[in-house]
């Protein structure tokens, strides 16, 4: 397996531009650190639909260099991770991120659950893993509208004021 990375969730990278904020913090540790973090094209796609300043994406070229391609095993482990957190409108892109960084064994940056760490996979202990897994995704929706709800709408307006700006 490849060295061990962080993979960084969209919300947490547009956080993270923003100077001083607590994202930007840690991201600044973890480059002192010599931390490898990448995102996954899905990710990644995410953050360029913006908005988006011309000099926050070559800010973010620089910080996030690996992209990590989106795999048959990613779109297996998101759809586990989907079904067994509800169904909820506006995860499941955020399940698909979840699914690649727990498929590379890295740990997932996100802005509203922190750092998640997936344990190691072993044969035998394959379906504990997974309630622990779903269990970290959870995480990621804790505070969020159930599915009748507008999900993703409610998690983007908690983006500060700073990053839409013109």
Known sequence: MAEAAIHLDTCFLIRALVPGSEPDLRLRQ??????????????WTEFLC?????????????????RI?????????AAEFFNATGRRRGTLADCMIAASARERGA????????????APVAIDSQTADMHLAVSAVRQLFDGLPDADSAGRDEVSSRIPAQRHGG
């Not at 740990?107 to 997936?118: I, M, P, T, Y």
């Open 30 to 43: 973890w480059l002192r650190e010599g931390q490898r973090l990448c995102m996954t094209s899905i990710a």
């Open 50 to 66: 913006g908005p988006l300043k011309p000099a926050e994406l070559v800010l973010a070229e620089q910080i996030v260099t690996d």
């Open 69 to 77: 391609d989106y795999s048959e095993q990613d779109a297996r482990r």
């Open 107 to 118: 740990a997932l940056a996100q802005s509203r659950a922190g750092l998640l760490e997936f």
